[in-house]
């Protein structure tokens, strides 16, 4: 099947230079017949480039090989008259030939370079529906068993809790802890794919105004804790909304949780001007990180805290990098441990509609 | 007449944890357990391994689960809102899922609602007990299969 069409495609190649070299020739004879002997690759040129766009490589050869042809015999034998005659014109022909090959490379190669890029894309399509088909077998297939072990444990501590001694009460909230554990290590997988598939549609947005939103839904969600939230007035990207509200979110409630164990915690968010780039950034006076793993920091499932220190999945700032990237921007952390860490992302100056 | 429940449920644990967590918030009404798509509409509909079932004896409540086997849940959901005797049966997706697109598939086919089971146990029995409550008594039912 592929050969048979290979096949088609190479006389089609051949047929389209042998086509394009006849009318080149043919216009020759009329109407620049006036021209006589002189600039006598003038039509050839084209035909050859013209052979090159459609055909490749092979057809372009094929039409530079039939044109000097056609100059050094076929067009003299119907108008009675040498086209080459001295030393100039010969190279004229060679100076013809050798660009001819040049066009034709270079035409084959943008070819290739084409071809090869619609296979990317298709390949890139099929993982693309693969990862979809994985996630979603992910998110039905493997939480159902979960909720069954998470379920039966908790009838076993319902009915049977008071039969058992503290040590075994303990092993059924070890089961319940993980089963729990891993149901958010799932949620946040599936998260971190969605950010991976969803399409970008971009608009200015007032990320100042999404993180006091943000802050103010922490906040909710733990009223015990005062956090000092300092945030600069009218920062605006162009950015998803939707992902820039998952990326807030991320960076934000990292603040927030390393915060915790801090006496007076405080969070700012705003700009600042770096290596010439306007970048913003979200800065903490929490637990921080040693500077030594940063590389660490946005691999998904890497924690640079224990569960018992900070809960977490590992997968908020791998999720913010994506973000970021999905933007064609640019993610760096600097911190120092029990210094605070601060979080920077960039987006390309045309992310950037400052207010 | 007893309110019925129609689960359509192929997990067996699921199905186990789910009758639990009705019985649980004290929900006393009969969960009838269907387990595939296929058998659903059979239940539906009084054909196949139901022919015997009065099909206008319809539940109260569908609670329907989207990866089944035979018939997926969408397909179930499309056809019960298709004929005309089930045209507005209240059906609740309740299911593993949380993909936007099955969301909004599920809404589009005419879903009353859509629930995804948590994996806490505590939080699922929750979620049993508000459904049962609010399905099964806040809610005014369409007086449905009688009217005609």
């Not at chain 1, 700009?271 to 006076?285: G, P, S």
């Not at chain 2, 129609?6 to 357990?33: H, M, Q």
């Amino acid at each position: 099947m592929d050969r048979k069409s290979g096949v088609r495609r190479a006389w089609q190649a051949g047929g389209i230079a042998v086509a394009v070299v006849v009318v080149a020739a043919a216009l020759r004879l009329w109407p620049l017949h006036a021209l006589e002997a002189r600039l006598a690759w003038l039509t050839f040129y084209p035909a050859v480039a013209v052979a090159a766009l459609y055909g490749g490589l092979r057809a372009g050869a094929l039409a530079t090989a039939l044109s000097c042809g056609s100059v050094l015999w076929v067009l003299p034998s119907l108008v009675g008259r040498p086209f080459i005659r001295d030393s100039a014109d010969w190279l004229g022909m060679a100076v013809f030939a050798a660009t001819c090959t040049l066009v034709s490379s270079i035409a084959d190669a943008t070819r290739r370079a084409n071809a090869r890029a619609k296979q990317a894309r298709e390949e890139a399509e099929v993982a693309n529906r693969e990862l979809e088909a994985f996630s979603y077998s992910v998110a039905h297939d493997l939480r159902a068993p979960l909720r069954g072990m998470n379920g039966f444990a908790q009838i076993l501590v319902d009915a049977y809790g008071e039969k058992l001694d503290a040590d075994g009460q303990d092993a059924l909230h070890e089961i319940l802890l993980n089963a729990r554990r891993m149901g958010a290590l799932i949620d946040a997988l599936l998260s971190l794919a969605r950010v991976t598939r969803s399409a970008v549609k971009i608009e200015s947005v007032d990320l100042s105004e999404v993180v006091r939103t943000i802050g103010a839904q922490l906040s909710t969600a733990e009223p015990e804790r005062t956090v000092d939230l300092v945030v600069q007035d009218r920062l605006h990207a162009d950015l998803d909304p939707v992902l820039a509200r998952t990326l807030v979110e991320n960076v934000l409630g990292n603040a927030w949780k390393f915060t915790g164990k801090v006496p007076a915690p405080r969070i700012e968010f705003g700009t600042i001007e770096k290596d010439r780039v306007r970048a913003f950034f979200v800065r903490d006076n929490g637990a921080g990180f040693d500077m030594a793993f940063a590389n660490k920091l946005f691999a998904p499932f890497q924690r640079l805290h224990t569960v018992a220190e900070f809960p977490g999945t590992g997968i908020g700032l791998a999720t913010v990098q994506r973000i970021v990237h999905r933007h064609g921007g640019r993610l760096w952390a600097e911190g120092a441990v029990d210094g605070g860490a601060t979080f920077y992302f960039a987006f390309p100056h045309r992310n950037l509609g400052g207010n | 007449m007893s309110k019925v429940i129609l689960l359509v449920e192929d997990n067996a644990s699921d199905e186990k944890l789910t009758v639990l967590a009705f019985k649980k918030s004290g929900i006393a009404n009969d969960v009838a357990v269907v387990r595939d798509g296929a058998e659903a509409l059979d239940y539906l509909f009084g054909t196949g391994k139901h022919a015997g079932r009065d099909p206008r004896a319809l539940p109260t409540l569908v609670l329907l689960d989207l990866g089944l086997p035979r018939i997926d849940g969408h397909e179930v959901l499309r056809r019960i809102r298709a004929d005309e005797r089930t045209k507005v049966l209240p059906v609740v997706i309740l299911t593993s899922s949380r993909q936007d697109e099955d969301v909004a598939r599920g809404y589009a086919l005419g879903a009353n609602a859509y629930v995804r089971k948590p994996v806490d146990f505590v939080e699922f029995a929750q979620a049993a007990k508000t459904l049962g409550l609010f399905w099964l008594l806040l809610n005014e039912q369409p007086r449905v299969g009688s009217s005609t």
